[in-house]
Nanobody, 118 residues
Framework: QVQVVESGGGSVQAGGSLRLSCIAS???????MAWYRRAPGKERELVAK??????NYADSVKGRFTISRDNAGNTGYLQMNSLKPEDTAVYYC??????????????WGQGTQVTVSS
């Protein structure tokens, strides 16, 4: 079975930093990884995405957040700098994973809470 697990959330003051981690296990290949977030009273939004070729970011986090993967591609990171109160949200890792039995599918982590105080 494929499992996606995030970690690294916590509470920080505005201007601080956090690094989130995402481990995708149980698949043959991780095609892409992405980070989404859901803030209080708002819909889920895409924060950042990484493939084997490129990365992209939401305009609201450009210049502050950096998405990356390890060499094997199974572990992803979201480095978050210069955090703002509006970054407060539950952050979810999404991994598109190929398995021999099921092909390529999206898998979601359980979420990790990020709280930024002013």
């Amino acid at each position: 079975q494929v499992q996606v697990v995030e970690s690294g959330g916590g509470s920080v003051q505005a201007g601080g930093s956090l690094r989130l981690s995402c481990i995708a296990s149980g698949g043959f290949r991780v095609n892409t990884m992405a980070w989404y977030r859901r803030a209080p009273g708002k819909e889920r939004e895409l924060v950042a995405k990484i493939t084997d070729r490129w990365t992209n970011y939401a305009d609201s986090v450009k210049g502050r957040f950096t998405i990356s993967r390890d060499n094997a591609g199974n572990t992803g990171y979201l480095q978050m700098n210069s955090l703002k109160p509006e970054d407060t949200a539950v952050y979810y890792c999404n991994a598109n994973v190929y398995t021999f039995s099921q092909g390529s599918n999206d898998y979601w982590g359980q979420g990790t809470q990020v709280t930024v105080s002013s």
